[in-house]
């Protein structure tokens, strides 16, 4: 009878059903045997995941059955899943994946500043707020099962990490150093150092940022291998080959910290690539947090090396929303040689509202606040007696910060929920609206309840 609880749970249980089976156990469990010791590992094991990675706090451990459902839905969130908060199976296959020991805390708040400061046009806080919850009141069956995982697991607890993320979100500076400490004994340096510069360079590509090497030190970020604990606090300590591959300290501690255990290669199949960790520490190191974005860098889980290595929209947004933008031009899909440049050398605006390509003009048009410049595109440079005043595209108002032309000419311009559609001929706003309401080409008429849009 254990065995077919135990099945149904493993196979398409929920939370619930496992604390139906604690409460049984409670009173049998001199009787139970090997079975319930497995249950209880997996209560166990899935507190502790919950804990380690941000979803539950780690104050008493004690939590209810309201907050383990809200942390498992966090949870699913992150990790694209349906978004249900009950522990079905792909929830705890999900759990077993290689991933990032950086703590998923505050990651769904970043993300959600981050896409709201797309579409307000306001900047995105440095950081977000990162008060630990409070603590709360313990019911029924929980109570009885945190017991278990107070004594196991009271060593794990490392304020450190708490700290470190409320007050140093980001670098003061646009040029920072880094040192490679050490490395795998069977990978050359040769290879590491060319290895850990490319990884810089997807950073630096795409923002403000510069990178140069310090092999001797002393260096801002600071890159080591490590086994086991490694005097950065118990919950940090690696745990061998396979889960947690690596991990990093937000600015401005400066390191990152790879699992010494892990069979690390440079372009093998098997083992856990260097460059795609690399790359996703290296972003922990610069102030970004995890990342909902399926092909982003800084998802939390191990990505294999594949064809493209470029960072996801959701990645450059969050680098460049702390350090600044980049401009690129493209012949075809092919980058001109040259750029990216950094739109401050050329002249223009540190942070325009917004800019789109104009057919009647046959230049870029830029919107800044009561202004707009009108580029040439050869030199990017201003055309002669621009800027002028934004009042010449009648109906359009100030701080629009998205823009496109639909087929036909039309011009289209966003500012949070709202819309205009420029006419080019008759030269003046002929619509406005709701964009998610009125424009059904957006697509955003429906609020799916589960995040594969991502
Ligand atoms: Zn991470
Ligand atoms: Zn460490």
């Known amino acids: 009878m254990d065995f077919n609880i135990e099945a149904d749970y493993l196979q398409r249980g929920t939370w619930k059903k496992s604390v139906f089976v604690l409460e049984f156990s409670d009173g049998f469990i001199c009787f139970a045997g090997a079975y319930l010791t497995k249950y209880l590992q997996a209560a166990l094991q899935l507190q502790v995941f919950l804990e380690k990675y941000g979803y539950l706090h780690q104050e008493d451990h004690i939590h209810n059955e309201v907050e383990v459902q809200s942390a498992i839905s966090g949870f699913q969130w992150l990790s694209r899943l349906p978004v249900t908060g009950e522990l ?64 196991l697991f009271e060593c794990v607890r490392d304020p450190r990490k708490a700290t470190d993320r409320i007050h140093c979100p980001k670098w003061y500076k646009r040029h920072l150093t880094y040192q490679i400490v050490n490395r795998p004994r069977h990978l050359s340096l040769g290879s590491v150092r060319l290895v850990v510069r490319a ?66 290669t440079l372009n093998g199949h098997k083992g856990h690539n260097l460059f795609m960790v690399t790359a996703h520490e290296i972003g922990h190191t610069l102030g970004l947090d995890h990342s909902p974005v399926r092909h982003a860098l800084m998802s939390p889980y191990y990505r294999k090396l594949g064809r493209n290595l470029v960072p996801s929209w959701d990645d450059i947004i969050a680098v460049q929303q702390l350090y600044g933008k980049r401009m690129w031009r493209y012949t075809g899909s092919v980058l001109d040689p040259g750029f990216p440049r950094r739109s401050s050398d050329l002249g223009l605006p540190r942070h325009p509202d917004c800019a789109f390509f104009y057919t009647p003009l046959g230049h870029m048009v830029l ?16 055309e002669p007696y621009y800027p002028r005043r934004l009042t010449d595209w009648t109906g359009v108002p100030q701080g629009t910060n998205g823009a496109l032309t639909r087929p036909g000419g039309r011009l289209y311009l966003f500012r949070e929920q709202r819309f205009w559609r420029f006419d080019p001929v008759k030269v003046r706003v002929t619509r406005e609206g709701q964009w998610a309401k009125d424009l059904s080409w957006t697509g955003c008429g429906n609020t799916p309840r589960s995040n594969d849009i991502l």
């Not at 950086?102 to 579409?119: L, Q, Y």
């Not at 806080?125 to 008060?131: D, E, I, Q, V």
């Not at 360079?201 to 890159?223: H, K």
């Not at 919107?367 to 201003?382: A, D, E, H, I």
């Open 88 to 151: 079905d199976g792909a929830t705890l296959r999900q759990m077993t994946e290689p991933r990032c020991g950086v703590s998923d805390e505050g990651s769904r708040h970043t993300w959600a500043r981050r896409v709201n400061a797309i579409f307000t046009g306001r900047r995105a806080a440095a950081g977000p707020p990162r008060s630990r919850r409070k603590r709360s009141v313990a019911q029924g069956t929980f109570v009885r099962r945190t017991v278990f995982v107070r004594v």
């Open 199 to 264: 990884a810089f360079q997807l950073w630096s590509n795409v923002s403000g940022l510069l990178f140069q090497e310090a092999p001797g030190g002393p260096a801002d970020i600071r890159l080591a291998f490590y086994e086991g604990d490694h005097n950065d606090g118990a919950s940090n300590a690696f745990d061998g080959p396979g889960g947690t591959l690596a991990h990093a300290f937000l600015p401005r501690r400066g390191e990152a910290h790879f699992d010494m255990a892990e069979r690390w």
């Open 367 to 382: 919107f800044k606040g009561s202004r707009y410049s009108v580029l040439n595109l050869g030199t990017l440079r201003q």
